[in-house]
């Protein structure tokens, strides 16, 4: 299956030197997902260390607030977090200190 049949991209988040953040959708169950893309078309072992290290810090963290890391995967030609949107539509949008939740 290709990345373009797995998710569906809807807008940029967030751009920064290394990196992209997309607010997406899962295809497979039209969850709501960010998925944090390296820039970099040929990624060595350092960067993709860094985005699964990523990933290993938070994948277990039951606290609220934290968005939830469901994995790195293959995407294109680089690799892709792939993470709960809780902004997404159905998600907790607005919720939180300080905005009445």
Do not use: C, W
Not at 12 to 39: C, F, Q
């Amino acid at each position: 299956m290709s990345d373009a049949e797995r998710y569906t991209i809807d807008e940029v988040i967030y751009e920064g030197a290394d990196s992209i953040i997309y607010r997406g959708r899962r295809t497979a169950d039209d969850a709501p997902v960010a998925l944090k893309i390296l820039k970099r078309e040929t990624l060595g072992p350092k960067e993709l260390a860094q985005l699964r290290h990523e990933y290993e810090i938070v994948k277990d963290l039951a606290i609220e607030g934290v968005v939830k890391a469901y994995g790195v995967e293959p995407y294109g030609n680089s690799f892709a977090l792939i993470m709960e949107d809780p902004g997404g539509p159905r998600g907790r949008r607005g919720r939180g200190p300080g905005r009445g939740g």
